[in-house]
C-alpha cells in the first residue's frame, strides 16, 4: 500500500529556515498538499499541487516534490509558524492518503 | 465565501450508527471540479481521509473503511451526509468536512474546512 512518511517533530529558531518532508513511493509523480494545524483548530490549506500557495499564505512558506520527497520548508520562521503540519496525496486509484503529522517547534 | 458545518450527534453507543451533515454555502455541488470530503481525526492523532462526493456524483471511500463508510448527497441542495453504522470506541473523532477543488483530472485539494465535530462513542 502507498504510505506518506513524515518526522514526528522538527524544531527551528525564530528567524531560521526550516524544512519537513514527506516521503513516498514515486511521490514526485503525485499532486501533494501540505495542511497546517494549530492547537484546536481546523487544518488549513497551506500548499496545493506541489509548490501553490492560496493568495492568503505568506511567500515565506513554499513546497516543492521531486522523486520520492515533497519538502515544506518555511523561511524565517516565526512563533506563529508554530503548529502540526501534514502532507496529503492522492495514490494510483485517486483515493486521498494523508501523512502523520510534523509538530514544528520554534524555539 | 465558502463555509461548511459539521452536524450531528456527540456522544452514541457502540454498535450504533453515526449519521453526520455537512452544511455548506458559497458553492453548489453540481459545479464542475467540485467536491465535499470527509476527514476525521482522533484525539492527538493524525488525520484519516473516509469518503469523498464530487460534483458528478463519483463517491470514494477509504479502503480501511469502504465497507461500513456511506456518502451521499443530501436531501437539501446544500448538504453531504456521512454514515459509519456499528460504530465502536475507535470511531471516537473530530471529524470535519473539507470542500474540493479538483486541480487535476481526478485530484485536488481541501481548500476549506469546517469547524470539525467531536463524537464520542462510550458505553
Known amino acids: 500500500s502507498f504510505d506518506l512518511t513524515q518526522p514526528p517533530s522538527v524544531s527551528v529558531s525564530p528567524g531560521q529556515t526550516v524544512s519537513i518532508t514527506c516521503s513516498g513511493d514515486n511521490l514526485g509523480d503525485k499532486y501533494v498538499c501540505w495542511y497546517q494545524q494549530k492547537p484546536g483548530q481546523s487544518p488549513v490549506l497551506v500548499i496545493y499541487q506541489d509548490s501553490k500557495r492560496p493568495s492568503v499564505i505568506p511567500e515565506r512558506i513554499s513546497g516543492s516534490n521531486s522523486g520520492t520527497t515533497a519538502t515544506l520548508t518555511i523561511s524565517g520562521a516565526q512563533a506563529m509558524d508554530e503548529a502540526d503540519y501534514f502532507c496529503q496525496a492522492w495514490d494510483s486509484n485517486s483515493l486521498v492518503l494523508f501523512g502523520g503529522g510534523t509538530k514544528l517547534t520554534v524555539l | 465565501q465558502i463555509t461548511l458545518k459539521e452536524s450531528g450527534p456527540t456522544l452514541l453507543k457502540p454498535t450504533q450508527t453515526l449519521t453526520l451533515t455537512c452544511t455548506f454555502s458559497g458553492f453548489s455541488l453540481t459545479t464542475f471540479g467540485v467536491g465535499v470530503g470527509w476527514i476525521r481525526q482522533p484525539p492527538g492523532k493524525a488525520l484519516e481521509w473516509l469518503a469523498l462526493?464530487?460534483?458528478?456524483?463519483?463517491?470514494r471511500y477509504s479502503p480501511s473503511l469502504k465497507n461500513r463508510l456511506s456518502i451521499a448527497k443530501g436531501t437539501s441542495q446544500n448538504q453531504v451526509v456521512l454514515t459509519l453504522p456499528n460504530i465502536e470506541p475507535g470511531d471516537t473523532a473530530t471529524y470535519y468536512c473539507a470542500h474540493i477543488h479538483f486541480g487535476g483530472v481526478t485530484v485536488g485539494d481541501f481548500d476549506y474546512w469546517g469547524q470539525g465535530i467531536l463524537v464520542t462513542v462510550s458505553s
Open positions: 462526493i464530487s460534483w458528478n456524483d463519483d463517491k
